[in-house]
């Protein structure tokens, strides 16, 4: 592995103003993809993963968001300092998201094999290469068929309406892979999708960042996906990243509080495996708790919680924000 992590986000800090109004919904997240590794970023609905993966891929409208601090660093170089012209230029071979909505992300009104060769057209003139219409179809002929579409010229000939749901997520997996990223972004891979078409979904995912040496980051809610598809794990907690360790660590020990009430949720023989909640609510981002913010839900808060809790160290490569460690896993 070489020193530095692929993608590398460190104490990224982000605010929201709307009416007038602050939210401090990102503090200080820290985390790592390293090259051809599969990391998820876990916690319940509302936690900060998009507005996570909105700042890593440049997507975050800002106003109303504004990042406050924090440095996001992809291959060694600081993306927030490179936006705009340059990033435009290499951004879809650095990384590129699948999107979750395939209603809503795709356009109704072209064929699919329009939309494809219309990304890989501006993709081709940003990056400076030449390639015809002819080339370029090619070239989404090949990646339908590596997202294993039957016929993928007739796939793209159709409009998005003729296509399933499965089939159209498979599209849009096709749309990440068309410019060969290093990593892929997953927000909630597969949510609009019923329960097997999801685990087909995934299955595809994980075959084809395996056989391509992709890294991936996946964001969920659901942690049956989390076990499945993710060497590594960061539990967040209203914008905070709680604890951080391997996906079998976490699994065998999930030592903060927040992630042992997270796993209590799932149940433990069969069916739904999404996080069901916890008692309370996420706190009011306009007003956040002073320390540790899980505080108000914590069954284990004492007064020092009022202060931000140190990460500590509770096995290899693991660890946990939390002052009270020691109890919670007692
Ligand atoms: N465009 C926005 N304007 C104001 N606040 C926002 C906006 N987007 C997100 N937020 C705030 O950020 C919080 C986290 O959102 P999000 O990252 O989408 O959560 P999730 O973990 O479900 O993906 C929301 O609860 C909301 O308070
Ligand atoms: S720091 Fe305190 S409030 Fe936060 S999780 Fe630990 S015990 Fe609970
Ligand atoms: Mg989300």
């Not at 991936?216 to 060497?231: C, P, S, Y």
């Not at 209203?238 to 927040?258: C, D, K, L, M, T």
């Not at 706190?283 to 990460?311: I, Q």
């Amino acid at each position: 592995m070489s020193a530095e992590p692929l993608l590398s986000v460190r104490s990224l800090s982000v605010d929201f103003s709307t009416y007038g109004r602050v939210s401090h919904v990102l503090r200080d997240v820290s985390l790592d993809v390293p090259a051809r590794r599969h990391v998820a970023l876990v916690g319940e609905s509302g936690c900060g993963k998009s507005v996570t993966m909105k700042a890593i891929m440049g997507i975050l409208a800002q106003p109303p968001a504004r990042i406050v601090g924090g440095e996001i660093r992809f291959d060694g170089r600081d993306l927030l300092q490179v936006r705009g012209g340059e990033w435009d230029a290499w951004r879809g071979t650095a990384m590129s998201m699948v999107f979750q909505d395939p209603m809503t992300s795709l356009n109704p009104v072209f064929t699919i094999g329009d939309q494809m060769e219309t990304i890989l057209k501006y993709a081709d003139r940003r990056l400076g290469r030449r390639r015809d219409r002819r080339g370029r179809l090619d070239r989404v002929y090949e990646v339908l068929a590596q997202v294993r579409m039957p016929d993928p010229e007739r796939i793209a000939k159709s409009y998005p309406i003729m296509l399933s749901g499965g089939m159209r997520q498979r599209v849009l997996i096709a749309m990440a892979l068309l410019t060969e990223p290093r990593l892929l972004i997953a927000d909630e891979p597969g949510t609009a999708l019923d329960v097997t078409t999801q685990a087909q979904i995934l299955k595809l995912l994980r075959d084809l960042v395996e056989e391509r040496g992709l890294a991936l980051l996946m964001i969920t809610h659901n942690l049956g996906l989390v076990r499945e598809a993710a060497d590594f794990v960061y539990v967040m907690y209203a914008g905070a990243v709680v604890e951080r360790g391997p996906a079998v660590e976490i699994f065998a020990r999930p030592s903060h509080p927040y992630t042992r009430a997270l796993f209590d949720c799932v149940p433990k023989l069969s069916g739904e495996t999404t996080f069901k909640g916890i008692d309370g609510s996420l706190p009011d981002y306009g007003a956040p708790p002073p320390g540790c913010r899980f505080a108000p839900r914590c069954p284990l808060a004492v007064a020092m919680c009022n202060r931000s809790p140190d990460e500590r160290p509770v096995g290899p490569n693991h660890s946990a924000a939390c002052w009270r460690l020691e109890e919670a896993v007692a």
